[in-house]
């Protein structure tokens, strides 16, 4: 068996959710600003809630199409959107998730168990499993 590795290099400045990010090759290079939802000025910035947000889709993606593969499913158009909450009260801020996957053509029984399949694979899903809520939706095809 093969074993692979990989590390990502990132690197954060500044005053942390109102400072800057850039990864170790440049290719991710943002400013980051509080949302005005949490009381902050909002604008043309990131915030750590969409960068975990746009991996967490990515990957589950990948988990997604790799258990298709291996259960003969034919994933055509596929998409995960990954909603990210954070909320505050009185212990502090939570993050919360749920991933909402398109998977046009796929039964809803055989989309079911793709989500959970994936769900088990996804690097993601197992590091936050335990930790912070997922709530897994398989979106209605029109």
Not at 118 to 133: D, E, L, M, W
């Amino acid at each position: 068996m093969t074993t692979y590795s990989y590390i990502a290099h990132a690197l954060a400045t500044g005053d942390g959710r109102n400072g800057h990010v850039r990864s170790g090759d440049g290719l991710v290079d943002l400013d980051l600003g509080i949302p005005t939802d949490l009381g902050g000025a909002g604008g043309d910035v990131s915030n750590p809630e969409q960068l975990f947000a746009a991996g967490y889709s990515a990957c589950f993606l990948s988990a997604l199409t790799s258990v298709a593969r291996l259960q003969r499913v034919k994933l055509n158009g596929a998409n995960v959107e990954a909603r990210v909450t954070i909320a505050g009260g009185a212990s502090g801020f939570d993050l919360s998730v749920e991933l909402v996957v398109t998977a046009p053509g796929v039964s809803t029984e055989d989309g079911e168990k793709l989500l959970e399949a994936a769900h088990q694979k996804c690097p993601y899903s197992k590091a936050v499993t335990g930790n912070i809520p997922v709530k897994l939706t398989l979106a209605t095809q029109a």
